[in-house]
């Protein structure tokens, strides 16, 4: 009934306006592409594709199934595997990330020299200090560690890594030779260990970004004495 209704004025637009036709043509094919707009089976289709990924890993108390930007919208089953391979990448970075800040500010450094001017390592200064700013590393000591990143990045830190089988999941990094007894799990014991460094690296992710921001608040004099951290100076 809608469609003949719009019809049915489109058409009546045309017999009594007495514009160009080519106007009203324009209006006529605006007018249909408007209502289509609020046609039903689209929004069906994204519906039923956020409900396919309700019940992945990661969806549980108490946000459950958490798209406040929509990336999962009208995504397939590929999509979500790119942005959870992603996502557990980015946790397991900024679990390491949060664990070296808690390290070197309790003190602990590597031992000997950094240079060949025999700096030692605990000279600098502990978080973003240590790579920029007036007591930054050499230069030459943070190109190392880009290139090494990159290396890791571009070589074995990836699926399918050396010609190995595939991953069983995203972000499965073992490529035929770390294990460590993955494969004596059962399958729920492997969801929940799965879970458990989901969840740290998402937690890893709020810390290491709350470390960043007290850090320049240092910056405007706005000290905070965090936990197990302590002042952050």
């Not at 790119?82 to 679990?95: A, P, S």
């Not at 799965?194 to 937690?203: D, F, P, Q």
């Amino acid at each position: 009934n809608g469609w003949r209704d719009l019809m049915r004025s489109s058409l009546l637009f045309s017999s009594t306006s007495n514009q160009p036709t080519m106007f009203k043509l324009a209006a006529i094919a605006s007018l249909i592409a408007g209502a289509s707009a609020f046609a039903p089976a689209q929004q069906g289709a994204s519906s039923t594709a956020l409900k396919a990924f309700e019940s992945e890993l990661g969806a549980q108390p108490p946000l459950g199934f958490f798209d406040p930007l929509g990336l999962l919208e009208d995504a397939d089953q590929e999509r979500f595997d790119r942005l959870r391979y992603v996502e557990v990448k980015h946790g397991r970075i900024c679990m390491l990330a949060f664990l070296g800040q808690i390290t070197t500010r309790a003190g602990i450094h590597l031992d000997g020299a950094i240079n060949n001017a025999g700096d030692s390592f605990d000279s600098f200064p502990n978080g973003l200090a240590a790579i920029q700013g007036p007591s930054a590393i050499p230069q030459e000591g943070l190109l190392q560690i880009v290139a090494f990143v990159g290396a890791l990045e571009l070589f074995v830190m990836k699926d399918s890594a050396n010609g190995a089988e595939p991953g069983e999941f995203p972000g499965d990094f073992r490529n035929g030779a770390l294990d460590f007894g993955w494969d004596t799990f059962d399958e729920e014991t492997k969801r929940a260990k799965r879970a458990i460094e989901l969840n740290n690296g998402r937690a890893a992710m709020m810390g290491i970004l709350g470390l960043m921001v007290h850090e320049k608040l240092n910056e405007i004099d706005m000290v905070a004495d965090l936990p197990i951290i302590g002042a952050l100076q």
